[in-house]
């Protein structure tokens, strides 16, 4: 029984016990400053649905399905075989490669991504990219590509 009581005096103790400070500079402070910008803006329940998009951006070989949901602008993209940025968007863009960061997670299909450095992989379903600006991508084989960009969606494929 004393080792039981113990235990239960010290788990007791950890929870009564005040707060630590965290030291200029620690990952602590970084992420109390992180979780405070979270919250520093007023947040209202939303369901949304991309079955009914607020705005449908069309391209030669696919469309971003963009939706208005958390004061932000998410966007699902859907690639048809065969599209590829540097041949269906850039026109649209006007830029010689996407200027558009992206974070980003993948449904469905095979997606290949060359970063300007050089960087290339290929991205498929239950992946998560995070992309600066500076790319090109493709679909790779014969199913559609389909992804969700939390970011890069508000100005992607939208004519200038």
């Known amino acids: 029984m004393p ?7 010290t788990a007791a103790n950890r929870r009564a016990a005040p707060a630590r400070r965290s030291d200029p500079g620690t990952r602590d402070e970084t992420l109390k400053s992180e979780e405070d910008a979270m919250h520093n803006h007023e947040q209202k329940t939303e369901h949304k649905s991309f079955t009914k998009p607020e705005e449908i951006r069309s391209f030669p070989n696919g469309q971003a399905e963009i939706l208005n949901v958390g004061g932000a602008e998410v966007g699902r993209l859907v690639f048809k075989p065969g599209w590829r940025w540097s041949n269906d968007v850039k026109p649209l863009a006007k830029t010689s490669s996407c200027e558009a960061p992206h974070f980003q997670y993948h449904v469905s299909g095979r997606l290949a991504i060359r970063m ?14 995070s992309l600066p600006k ?15 960009d939390w970011f ?3 100005n992607y494929a939208r004519r200038t």
């Open 116 to 129: 300007d450095d050089g960087t290339e992989f290929v991205a498929g379903p239950g992946d998560i990219t």
């Open 134 to 148: 500076g790319h090109d991508a493709w679909v790779v084989g014969d199913e559609p590509v389909v992804v969700v």
């Open 152 to 154: 890069g969606a508000s």
């Open 3 to 9: 080792e039981i009581d113990r235990a239960a005096k």
